[in-house]
Every structure is written in structure tokens, then in C-alpha cells.
Nanobody, 124 residues
């Protein structure tokens, strides 16, 4: 497994921006795809974005497409989620996740390592 630590969450007004980071340690960071998920109170954890091991391929949930950008810096063992035009419905705990395969996935069950989460709150 790989150890993951998220940071960068906080309180922001609607229309604002935040950048989340996910620092990884443990197995070779560049050897696996990664993803971001989020969980709002009373709701299931849902897929947000995912990126291949090389960073060349990404995929987004329809709800964030065009507003969020996922990226990774394998030299720094860090993944990012740049969030723009934030909406109150983006309020959630955001989790980063890692999997062994080089290919991205939208399925929670495909990931074997998870961070502890970082809170994002968007006020209206």
C-alpha cells in the first residue's frame, strides 16, 4: 500500500477556487493510477476525477468537468486537484486514492489506498 495525506481544503465562497494536494509515500508513486473522491454528509462517497500513472490520461465526473483539473507530479510524489467556480454542492470531504494499475478507474473498489480526507466547504 501507499500512504496518502491530503491538504488544501478549507472554506471558500461560491465562485472561488481551491487547490487540493495529495502527498504519497510508500510504494513507487509513479507506478499507479490515482483518483479523487468526495463524500457529502449523508451521501455515498462519489467519484470526482482520476489520472493515469503517467498523467497522460484523465477522466472527470460530469458534475465537475470544465471546473476541476486533476494533475500529478511524479517527481514530487504528489497529486493535485485544482478546483474553480466552486458551488455549494461541491461541499464535501475530499479523499485521494491510489491503485496499483497504471490505468485510471472511476470505481471505489479498484483503489487499495486512501487518505484521511480534507474538508471543502463552499458557502453561498
Amino acid at each position: 500500500q501507499v500512504q496518502l495525506v491530503e491538504s488544501g481544503g478549507g472554506l471558500v465562497q461560491a465562485g472561488g477556487s481551491l487547490r487540493l494536494s495529495c502527498a504519497a509515500s510508500g510504494r513507487t508513486f509513479s507506478s499507479g493510477a490515482m483518483g479523487w473522491f468526495r463524500q457529502a454528509p449523508g451521501k455515498e462517497r462519489e467519484f470526482v476525477a482520476t489520472i493515469s500513472s503517467s498523467g497522460s490520461s484523465t477522466y472527470y465526473a460530469d458534475s465537475v468537468k470544465g471546473r476541476f483539473t486533476i494533475s500529478r507530479d511524479n517527481a514530487k510524489n504528489t497529486m493535485y486537484l485544482q478546483m474553480h467556480s466552486l458551488k455549494p454542492e461541491d461541499t464535501a470531504v475530499y479523499y485521494c486514492a491510489a491503485r496499483r494499475s497504471n490505468y485510471w478507474s472511476v470505481k471505489r473498489s479498484d483503489y487499495d489506498s486512501w487518505g484521511q480526507g480534507t474538508q471543502v466547504t463552499v458557502s453561498s
